[in-house]
């Protein structure tokens, strides 16, 4: 080997080294000051198909489908504890449920009669109220919506 293949040699893994000292995980932080949200994480996996797949199908009969799921995620967001860490955005919080509550009973009525134009909108709008909580409660952790 010449001097300048080992020198590139050795640049290449004292980068590589680097690299991979910079990729360990800061210590998260303990519960008690985490501010997730273990029911609205869960909620994202009814919210999704329901946006993703019903919606733009127009699939009324799924959207129907998804309504016990929405009656207990919705019920199980409204009872949930608020971290401590988020207890600056406790008035918010509460609003924001309050909404989501109010279009999970849109999203009720609607489905139950049956009624398509109305399904569709109570459930962009049970999304967006969703959605709205989310952005309150902090950035989005992996497999959230908008990954």
């Given at each position: ?71 207990s995620g919705v019920r199980a967001i409204a009872s ?68």
């Amino acid at each position: 080997m010449n001097a300048r293949t080992v020198a590139a040699s050795a640049l290449v893994i004292a980068f590589g080294a680097g690299i991979g000292a910079a990729q360990v995980k800061a210590p998260t932080a303990p519960a008690d000051t985490a501010a997730r949200i273990p029911a609205l994480v869960a909620f994202h996996r009814v919210i999704a198909p329901i946006w993703h797949t019903a919606y733009p199908a127009k699939d009324t009969a799924m959207l129907a489908s998804f309504l016990p799921r929405v009656k207990s995620g919705v019920r199980a967001i409204a009872s949930c504890k608020l971290p401590p860490a988020l207890d600056a955005k406790r008035g918010a919080w509460e609003k924001g449920v309050a909404e989501l509550e109010a279009a999970a009973k849109a999203y009720e009525t609607a489905v139950t009669k049956s009624d398509s134009a109305g399904s569709l909108a109570a459930a962009a709008k049970l999304h967006a109220k969703y959605e709205a909580l989310a952005r309150l409660t902090g950035p989005k952790e992996e497999g959230e919506h908008g990954k």
